[in-house]
């Protein structure tokens, strides 16, 4: 989230028209650190912070792109879920995230990973990109390779290949 913080800073003292969403809880285990991220996020005009949400599907719908600054990730839900409704997402090119996005299709992948180079890749990439069409394929893509039916499907091609090697 500090990541994000001083990447949207760049970003937006760079295009002052840019706005931010920030969405989630605050990590409640560590209150020091949790009153400094509230802090930063109310000294940001142009960060809303909308805590703890359960309708996450009209935060995806009403972005342009979601932004998970992660240094290390699992397989990101978040960046499944955005592209389910046809929101690319940029990350950082971590495991994890590396494998639920393809640059261009449904998001965007930041090789350094530093708030600088997040900040401008956000400008860079809401500038050059056609969203309609990124939204499209974005979509597309989540259907294709991360759907329930897709999952299945690969997992049971998973389980014939193993019950081949058996024979």
Not at 19 to 46: A, D, T
Not at 50 to 60: A, D, H
Not at 106 to 135: C, I, P
Request: glycine letters at 4%; proline letters at 2%.
């Amino acid at each position: 989230i500090l990541d994000f913080i001083d990447a949207a800073t760049f970003a937006y003292n760079k295009d002052n028209n840019m706005k931010f969403v920030v969405v989630g809880e605050m990590p409640q285990e560590n209150l020091k650190l949790c009153n400094y991220i509230e802090s930063q996020l109310r000294s940001k005009k142009f960060i809303y912070y909308e805590g703890f949400k359960t309708n996450l599907s009209y935060y995806y719908n009403v972005s342009k792109m979601l932004c998970l600054p992660s240094r290390r990730e699992g397989m990101p839900k978040v960046v499944l879920e955005a592209s389910a409704c046809g929101t690319p997402s940029i990350t950082y090119d971590v495991i994890g995230c590396s494998e639920a996005i393809i640059s261009g299709v449904n998001g965007f992948l930041v090789k350094q990973v530093d708030s600088v180079s997040l900040g401008t890749a956000m400008l860079e990439e809401l500038k050059k990109n056609n969203f309609s069409k990124l939204s499209e394929t974005s979509r597309l893509h989540a259907e294709k390779n991360f759907s329930i039916k897709s999952v299945i499907s690969l997992h049971l091609k998973l389980y014939e290949s193993i019950l081949d090697i058996w024979d």
